[in-house]
């Protein structure tokens, strides 16, 4: 079912949180330049996320007797947009902090919450997401990664690829057969956490088109695994997964993709008096639509803080984010291709030419356009 | 109207009303002056035009965050008479100090030609200009109160939501207001184009919905085509994008629109205009562009109205001017600032 998405407000109290957020960030990334900045959530920096651990900004939402912050959506939200909208380098604990985290809570045993969420909290422990395998893209059902059961625990075999920062993280949630043949589907699939520093694990990055290194291929032979690696229930995996992606989906990373490169454009526009209707009309456009998908991104946060279940909604905002996310590079090109006389500095060229080389794949990770779209339709009922 | 809200009594009375009137009269905008006047009266009889006014003048004294929803009522129902901007009007002359007319209010702010010379008033595009009983015209820097009765008709335009009309300048009431009220009644324009079009955008949405799943092509209902099912999901993106756009533009304690949200909304909802009427055109194929089938009513209130008070080039421009000027602050600062609706 695809619900209204009404007008939410943030509580008064996040304010002063946003005011504490942003004069750390301010000072914390103040060396880095627009181009630094617009990697966004694929900016690696293990010891920026140190320091937010020691702020007590990581697990923000979890309970404290695990090292948490205990602290609500709304909050979450803020410290999101607080991070993405600055460009601050928070790859290296993002997927734990936003995905590994919530789900080792809702699904592990104690002694998997108290082992792990408190490394999560402190900045010690760096996840990465098993999911896509090379002939399993879009069809993540397919996968034939395979750990079998033995004396000792289940012993893996498989691989992984485009695997967001593998070669830089301590584990990967890996969602892999543990029963039953590829033809079963849905069906026999579970998630395991793999320790990436055990004998038979061969991590090897992959360099994108703007010259980074953010994902890998990831090869597991025989690699033996403790029992406890089982995280939830042994073939609850496709229904973990999905409850996890619906979390991914929900937050405003899919509206600030490209906000470094905007920001840096506004302060040249200001700096080199780009006063042009053809800049009026940019940036306004661009600043009209961000404030309508935040303002729906906030929605959906509200739903989550109201114990719903906002999963199609917010396919659907993300599908509409990115669509935004792409846009952007499109449009300031446009713009300043109509000014020739203008001199843009080297900041900006090379930061648009970063967006502009890497933005298709804001609409690939975490579920392609064709995937969210579906979803939509069948929140509506059409299939 | 699975996907209106009703948030108060008004909506839902409001509702059942031109729910009646909709279905009395069918979705055509072509209406003869007697059918208009009759639609009138009983809305006018209803007393819901004063819900905007203060409480001690005989009104609900309803906010634009609180009446918002019976704006959308307007476009959701198609109906030939300006509501939203009747109810914005009656407040704005209140407010302003000004006698409140009889009958419907037009509010217009674009391709008004004030001519001394030939002592003329002349706007060609001109919404319901040859239905409504009064409209408050914007020239530059002044403001004109014209009757229907005294106008002279140049032309009806085909879809029947615009007129060519001029007026002798002798005719014209100007009315002495501030440049602040001014500058508010353009904002209002836009309000009472923008919050009707994103109602009949949510009407659309549900007849292409409708229609998919029941017209069959190949032996199943068009619903179940991959490809089908897609554009209706981008369908369903512009819309839930506009809808926020309306509440967004709405988002006011009193019955001025914040300036800034206006434009963010006012542009948002021209910017995905033409989209949704393309869309729900490409799934009803053939059907959708006959006179006989209601779509195209709804799809031409919501392109003819996409521009009217401005196109989004206009708003866009406004916003991206604002932007510029706030030297000191940054994207992200004036999103979770000013312009979150709070």
Redesign the interface.
Known sequence: MLDVLDLAYLPQEESQFRSELRAFIKEATQGMDAYARARSWMGFDAGFSKKLAAKGWLGLTLPKQYGGAEKGYFSRFVLSEELLGAGAPVSAHWIADRQSGPLILRYGSEAQKQFYLPRICQGDAFFCIGMSEPNSGSDLASIKSRAVKNDKGWLLNGSKIWTTNAHKSHYMIALVRTSGEPDDRQKGLSQLIIDLSLPGVTVRPIVDVAGDAHFSEVFFTDVQLAEDALIGNEGDGWEQVNAELAFERSGPERIYSSMALVECFLKECRQQGWQSEQVQATLGGIVARLAVLRTMSLAITCKLAKGENPSVEASLVKDYGTGLEQDIPKLIADCMGEHPEWAPSVELIKTLALVDQVCPSYSLRGGTREILRGIIARGLGLR | MD?L?MDNLFDEAVGRLFADISEKFGNSLNLSSADYEEIWSEIATSGFLDVMLPEEKGGAGLSLQEAGNLFKLEGYFNLPVPFASTLLARSWLDGNGQTIPEGSVVIASMGVQVSEGSGQIVVNKLPFGHLAANFLVLGKQSCYLLVREKAVLNEIYHAGLFASVRWNLGDAIRLDVSAQALDDLHNLAALAALVPSVGAMERIFEMT?EY??QRQQFGRPL??F?A???Q???L???V??A???A??AC?SGNNRPDPNLL???R??VS?VSDQVADISHAVHGAIGITEEYALHFYTSRVREFKSEAGT??Y??????????GQ?GE???????GE????
């Open positions: 996907n809200r919905l998919a799943n619903s179940k991959q089908i099912q897609h209706i999901s981008v369903a993106e512009q839930w994008a809808r926020m756009a509440q967004i988002n434009a963010i909304a542009y948002q910017f989004q080039i708003w866009a421009k406004k916003l991206g001017q604002h932007v510029l030297e940054t994207v992200l600062s004036m999103l979770t312009l979150c609706p709070g």
